[in-house]
């Protein structure tokens, strides 16, 4: 009994848990643009590609900092219980002395006072027990070739950071296009296995008359129930490969699976059939190559950045304070405080670093030349991509029509294997064997058809249209 009541228990927890799910649950009936669009909004991968932008404005106003002035203020007191005690040569002594012996005067015995050799040294200290100083310092940066080239990077800096998002982006919906048009040829492939089932259950229907009748045996109807059978299971794995797509979608567009998904886009076989084909493409569509573009051209940059730093750089310096001397701690009364500032310029000159900067300016040039190599080889494996795209293109278009033929002829020869079978003049290996023909022209069709989609999405890549 109380087996049976914390199952009951747990059943209505379960049905709370699916039932609040659901509430949360968002639905979304996307077009393949619309996906897209969720897509880059959603997607972490291009979130963090879009953080990346973002951070990098961080650091161009970083860099900008650099070439304005800083202005820093201090404020401080100092308590000195013993101050500190010096030595000096005994330079009171002697002067008191040359004054004894300029006067004549003698000493206790009568004699003449004479200068001694050694007077010694006297201990001092020098301060007050309590200091207080309150300033602003200054520092204007006059010239730096980094810097300056920092600044004019900038704009390049961000390019690239764009660059990459693109790059990124068009990734993401590459395998988008892919996946969404999967699932809508999904659609087709399932849409063919009803008709299928349907077809066999009118023969079914069909076979059982005629066995009632005499003109059929019941290894017939038994036939027709393996196939319907193995339909079913056909069907089934079918649909569980459709929710996995489903499930593999959302996690791409970043969308939470417990959403529901609907495609709105259906297979346009005259779209799919339009020769994209035609015209010449530029290098510069392709998102991959302006994001070498952008590397190249921040190198370029690198390059200028070193030579620069072999120039001196010229930085301006101002200082303003006050100062406090005490022997009590009343600053905030009555005393003086003490003006001290100054303005200069400091000039840094490079002599010798090592070769080091020598160095960082080859290994920059070698870096740009890379990225030249870099951008010619791609145009390469463009060309390549973009002819190997477009040969696969029109095979799957050409195969495509052959298996839409082949599916409608391998129909028609079923029904009329069908009509003769029912008449009495065919035979039940006939009406089974037309049977599969047909299921496999279906097969391939639906292969065909999304082997197109495929080729065409990716020439569309390829040359950057996408």
């Known amino acids: 009994m109380h087996t049976k009541i914390k199952l009951i228990a747990l059943l209505c927890i379960m049905a709370t848990m699916q039932t609040a799910m659901a509430q949360k649950a968002n639905r979304h009936e996307f077009s393949i643009e619309q996906a897209v669009a ?62 004894l012996i300029d006067q004549g005067v003698r000493d206790g015995n009568g004699n003449p006072i004479k200068m001694p050799s050694d007077f010694g040294f006297i201990a001092a200290q020098f301060g007050t027990k309590w200091n207080a100083s309150a300033g602003v310092s200054l520092q204007q940066l006059l010239f730096d070739g980094q810097v300056f080239i920092g600044l004019q990077a ?149 390059v200028k950045r070193y030579e620069l730093s072999k120039l001196p750089t010229v930085a301006l310096g101002a200082n303003y304070s006050k100062l406090a001397q005490r022997n009590q701690f009343n600053f905030f009364g009555k005393g003086d405080w003490f003006t001290s500032s100054s303005i200069g310029v400091n000039i840094a000159v490079p002599i010798f670093s090592g070769f080091a900067k020598d160095a960082r300016i080859k290994k920059a040039k070698i870096e740009l030349e890379q990225t030249n190599n870099q951008l010619e080889n791609l145009k390469l494996n463009i060309d390549q991509s973009v002819e190997q795209s477009r040969l696969k293109y029109k095979t799957a278009i050409a195969t495509l029509d052959f298996q839409k033929n082949n599916m409608a002829l391998a129909e028609k020869v079923y029904q009329q294997t069908k009509k003769k079978y029912e008449a009495g003049t065919g035979s039940n290996t006939e009406i089974n064997a037309s049977d599969v023909d047909l299921k496999a022209a279906q097969t391939n069709y639906i292969s065909a058809l999304y082997d197109a989609i495929i080729a065409r999405v990716d020439y569309l890549t390829a040359i950057g249209k996408l």
């Open 38 to 99: 969720y897509a880059k909004k959603n997607n972490v991968q291009v979130k963090n590609a879009l953080l990346a932008i973002q951070a990098q404005m961080q650091t161009n106003k970083e860099i900008t900092a650099s070439a304005l002035p800083t202005i820093s203020g201090s404020i401080g007191t100092q308590h000195l219980p013993n101050v500190a005690v010096q030595t000096l040569p005994n330079f009171i002594s002697p002067a008191t002395y040359q004054v």
């Open 154 to 302: 900038r704009k390049a800096s961000i390019d690239f950071q764009e660059a990459a998002a693109r790059v990124t982006e068009e990734n993401i919906k590459t395998n988008l296009y892919k996946v969404y048009y999967q699932l809508v040829v999904s659609k087709t492939q399932i849409e063919l296995l009803d008709a299928n089932i349907k077809r066999l259950e009118k023969l079914d229907y069909d076979v059982k008359a005629l066995y009632k009748n005499g003109f059929a045996e019941r290894i017939d109807i038994d036939k027709i129930a393996v196939q319907l059978n193995n339909l079913s299971t056909e069907k089934i794995k079918a649909l569980n490969g459709i929710a996995m797509g489903y499930i593999g979608l959302k996690t791409l567009m970043g969308m939470p699976v417990t959403d529901t998904l609907v495609l709105t886009d259906t297979l346009d076989y005259t779209q799919i059939k339009e020769d994209i084909t035609k015209g010449d493409y530029n290098y510069e569509d392709r998102r991959d190559f302006q994001y070498l573009s952008s590397a190249k051209q921040l190198n370029a940059f690198n």
